[in-house]
Structure formats: structure tokens, C-alpha cells
């Protein structure tokens, strides 16, 4: 009873990797071809519908998204009666392959979002690189989280501190 | 998040050994790991979590557009 709860996350096989004090990785392979996954990730009504799980009860007020170099993309959250926003630029676009952008909410620095694509036999591996400013701003920085979740967290470790 | 889902997270970072939590009434209280590995674990896990879930949710998205994409007839331009 007690590893079947922990061990059910891992079955997607998601795994986060902190690479150094400024570094951290996710990959995750997906049942799909690059051109689709890339699509997912570039089409505001397709990316809106994944970024944000049901199961955070949450629903963006608006995504979004201009997807070529020195295009904008601005994503917008209801929190705690106002909004958050999540706003930067896309610095390299190239189709099914390689997304990277500028994450500029925060306010350590700026956070820089590596996305690489490899298809192989139909399948896509999916590395997403997050390279932040600052140590403290991995910690304790937004970016890429979920403001209820990660807001909430941040409290909830703040209080037991 | 609801409160439903914040204790499952604390029941996930309660198996993983990250916090420990004790019941007085009807209030549970937790204490984290002392060591600043424990406590960057902890972080790791919910990142985890977090895109997991997202990535659960894209499976779906990319089902159906791959559903789509046979039914026009497969035309690829790859």
C-alpha cells in the first residue's frame, strides 16, 4: 500500500533531472510524431488545453502565443481574486524540432525554456530545459508552475520552516 | 488546488520520507526534513508531479490530433 501511491506517478515516466544549481530537466516520451507534439506546443488552443491539467481546477483566462523568433507569448491566470501572467519571447524557433523562450514574469531574472524534439520509429522524446538566473530562483521562482499549486507549496514549506 | 489535492501531495511527499506529519484532533500538522537535500527533493518531486500531469493531459491532445490526421487521409508534409 504504501509504494503503490508513490510509485503510480512515475508509471508515465516523467522524470525530472536537476542538472546544476541553475539547471532542471524534464523528458517524457510521447506515442506521436515530432510535426504533432510540435503542434501541441505551438498552437495557443492546443497548448491551453495540456498546460493546464483539470485536475488543478484551474482555467486560463488567455494564452497567447506568436510563435516565431522575437514573437510574444503571454499566458494569464486567475489568482487570489486578481490575475498572474506569464509573458517572454521565443528566441529559436525550428519546426519539430527545437523551441526555446524567454520566461520574463520573474523577478530574479530571467528564466531561459530549452524545449528539443526526437522522433524516433514514431515516437517523440521531449527534453524540456529550464536554465534560471539565479540558485534562489530555481527554489523559489514561478516559472513553468502552476501559481495555485506552486504558491500553495511555497507557503506550506514557509510554515514549516 | 483544492484541499483534497494538496493532501495527496503530502501523502506522496509523506511516503517519500520528505515530511512527517502528525494528527492532534482534528488537526494534522507536518514537519519537513531538516537537510537541505530533503528539502530539494521535495521540490523536485512536485515539479514531477506537476508535469506529469500536464504530460497526461498533452497524451490526450496529441490521440486526437493523430486521430485527425488519419482521417484525412494521412497527408503528411514530413
Same mark, same amino acid.
Given at each position: ?15 525530472? !533531472? /536537476? ?29 491551453? /488545453?495540456?498546460? !493546464? ?6 482555467? &486560463? ?6 510563435? *516565431? ?5 503571454? &499566458? ?21 524540432? /527545437? ?25 517523440? *522524446? ?13 527554489n ?20 514549516? /520552516? | 488546488?483544492?484541499?483534497? $489535492? ?8 509523506? +511516503?517519500? $520520507? ?6 492532534? $484532533? ?7 526534513g531538516q537537510r537541505k537535500l530533503e528539502e530539494e527533493a ?6 514531477? +508531479? ?16 493523430? +486521430?485527425?490526421?488519419?482521417?484525412? $487521409?494521412?497527408?503528411?508534409? +514530413?
Amino acid at each position: 500500500m504504501e509504494t503503490s501511491a508513490s510509485s503510480e506517478p512515475a508509471a508515465n515516466g516523467t522524470q525530472v !533531472v /536537476r542538472k546544476s544549481d541553475v539547471e532542471v530537466e524534464v523528458t517524457r516520451t510521447f506515442d506521436a510524431p515530432a510535426h504533432l507534439v510540435f503542434e501541441a506546443w505551438t498552437t495557443a488552443e492546443l497548448f491551453k /488545453r495540456w498546460w !493546464v491539467p483539470k485536475s488543478f481546477g484551474l482555467n &486560463l483566462l488567455s494564452c497567447e502565443m506568436d510563435v *516565431q523568433v522575437g514573437g510574444q507569448y503571454r &499566458l494569464v491566470f486567475p489568482h487570489e481574486g486578481s490575475t498572474m501572467e506569464f509573458f517572454g519571447t521565443y528566441l529559436e524557433v525550428v519546426p519539430n524540432t /527545437r523551441l526555446v523562450w524567454t520566461n520574463d514574469e520573474g523577478e530574479a531574472g530571467v528564466t531561459i525554456t530549452t524545449v528539443t524534439f526526437e522522433e524516433t520509429e514514431g515516437k517523440t *522524446q521531449v527534453v524540456m530545459h529550464d536554465l534560471y538566473p539565479t540558485k534562489e530562483a530555481v527554489n523559489f521562482g514561478s516559472t513553468n508552475a502552476m501559481p495555485e499549486t506552486f504558491s500553495q507549496l511555497d507557503e506550506l514549506l514557509d510554515s514549516l /520552516r | 488546488m483544492t484541499l483534497t $489535492g494538496m493532501g495527496k501531495h503530502i501523502r506522496v511527499l509523506e +511516503q517519500a $520520507g520528505l515530511v512527517i506529519t502528525e494528527k492532534i $484532533g482534528r488537526v494534522r500538522t507536518c514537519k519537513l526534513g531538516q537537510r537541505k537535500l530533503e528539502e530539494e527533493a521535495a521540490w523536485i518531486e512536485a515539479y514531477r +508531479q506537476l508535469w506529469a500531469a500536464r504530460y497526461d493531459e498533452l497524451d490526450n491532445v496529441l490521440e486526437e490530433l493523430k +486521430q485527425k490526421e488519419y482521417a484525412n $487521409g494521412n497527408v503528411s508534409e +514530413q
